[in-house]
């Protein structure tokens, strides 16, 4: 054991490991429309039926050539037209120039094009002022993708990026992976529904709404099944509910003092590990399955149940649903331009603002209070500093990592 590791306290890596080392990704494999497709992983490669561009065509709105003609002269004469979706049907002649405005097919005989501004029209006679290399303004036929070439590969999730590839490859249908259906909910007595006014000793249920929002922009299907008090029947009740699920998420009960309680009727479910784990915010975490419902217990205060769900589940569930060319959030050193108050012992995911300063050096400041329970930070914030487990206060000057925030939360 090194110097500064905690007795009993589980280093994030570790629970990491032990989660992906046990979870398998789905295999139900469907097939949805292009449009459908947004956010869903592919199943299988997707090879191009074509080439993209189809056919050679202009880059520039102006006149197609023999490049080879302009060696003797300067001016070619225009036998026709080829505009986009109506091609020139002849064949460019030696001295001949054809109009063609930008992505029309190139005509046969035709090499290269020379654009509008660089010409002098003077009824068909058009004089070029530029002189122009073989294959100038045009753009070959294959030049983006080859036909037969994987342009997406199985395990990539869609995205913008790839929607409109696969659209110019005329693909209709995707074969993906089914999205993870994740039910969740919130312990505790002391929770309401938003929408309803407090009494004496209750608060909000915030949780439940940045569950859900990171569960959505994970790809999952959720299944919201509310507040559940801290009542062994209703528990009972709502963990066989859950089972209709992939994965279940609840918050709130793990915690030492509640961690027993919730351990009996989890036990007697499933199998269930409660660790401690040795990061902060967000210690007590539990993971195992209920019949074949793969269970995360996170913590209840609001930011560690939040940075547990993107730190430890996120990445589960990319393998859950078969996105293997899943990429964890990036991350960048930065120096410090305030204190970071911090102690050994866990690795700290603290709430930063980074910004590039004039000199193009990343730096980063905190948002301030860093309670697990002070959720403001997360909205100040646009990324975790990633503080090391044996790290103590850091200065201003100090090197740290920052992880930059990924799609999720935004
Ligand atoms: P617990 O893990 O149940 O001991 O809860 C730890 C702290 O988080 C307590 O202050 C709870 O009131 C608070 N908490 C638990 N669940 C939620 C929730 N869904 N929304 C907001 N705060 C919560
Ligand atoms: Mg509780």
Redesign the pocket.
């Known amino acids: 054991m090194g110097c500064c590791d905690t007795p009993g306290l589980m280093p994030v890596e570790t629970a990491l490991t032990k989660i992906l080392d046990q979870v398998e990704p789905l295999k139900d494999v469907t097939s949805v429309s292009l449009s459908e497709g947004m956010g869903l992983v592919l199943a299988e490669d997707i090879c191009s039926p074509i080439n993209v561009p189809p056919f050679a065509n202009s880059a520039m709105d102006g006149y197609a050539l023999r490049s080879e003609d302009l060696a003797n002269t300067d001016t070619l004469r225009m036998a026709g037209k080829s505009f986009a979706g109506i091609p020139y049907d002849g064949v460019c002649q030696p001295g001949e120039c054809i109009r063609i405005m930008t992505g029309a097919q190139m005509p046969e005989g035709a090499d290269t094009v020379i654009m509008q501004e660089e010409t002098e029209v003077d009824g068909d006679n058009i004089r070029f002022t530029a002189k122009a290399s073989h294959g100038d303004n045009v753009r070959p036929i294959g030049d983006d993708v080859h036909q037969g070439d994987v342009v997406v590969a199985k395990g990539n999730r869609i995205t913008a990026r790839e929607m409109p590839l696969l659209a110019s490859l005329g693909i209709a249908t995707l074969p993906v992976y089914r999205r993870p259906v994740v039910a969740f909910f919130?312990?505790?007595d002391?929770?309401r529904p938003v929408g309803e006014p407090l009494e004496a000793g209750q608060?909000?249920?915030?949780?439940?709404y940045g569950i859900r929002a990171l569960l959505e922009k994970f790809g999952c299907d959720v299944m919201d099944l509310g507040i559940i008090p801290d009542s062994p029947e209703k528990l009972r009740e709502a963990f066989d509910k859950a089972t209709t699920a992939d994965v279940l998420v609840t918050?709130?009960?793990?915690?030492v003092g509640?961690a027993d309680y919730t351990k009996d009727i989890l036990d007697e479910q499933g199998e269930i590990g409660f660790w401690k784990i040795a990061m902060k915010p967000g210690k007590?975490f539990a993971f195992g399955t209920i019949k074949n419902t793969w269970f995360c217990g996170l913590?209840?205060?609001?930011v560690s149940a939040m940075v547990t769900l993107y730190q430890l589940v996120q990445p589960m569930l990319a393998k859950l649903s078969g996105h293997s060319q899943y990429q964890p959030p990036q991350r960048l050193k930065a120096k410090a331009t305030t204190v970071f108050k911090k102690r050994p012992g866990r690795a700290d995911y603290q709430r930063g603002i980074y910004q590039i300063n004039s000199d193009g050096q990343v730096e980063v400041a905190t948002t301030g209070n860093q309670g697990s329970?002070a959720f403001s930070s997360m909205h100040q914030a646009n990324c975790f500093v990633v503080l090391e487990q044996d790290r103590g206060r850091v200065m201003p000057g100090e090197d740290v990592t920052i992880e930059l925030f990924n799609h999720a939360m935004y």
Do not use: A, K, Q
């Open positions: 919130s312990t505790g002391e929770l608060i909000y249920d915030s949780n439940r918050s709130g009960g793990v915690s509640e007590p913590p209840g205060n609001p329970g």
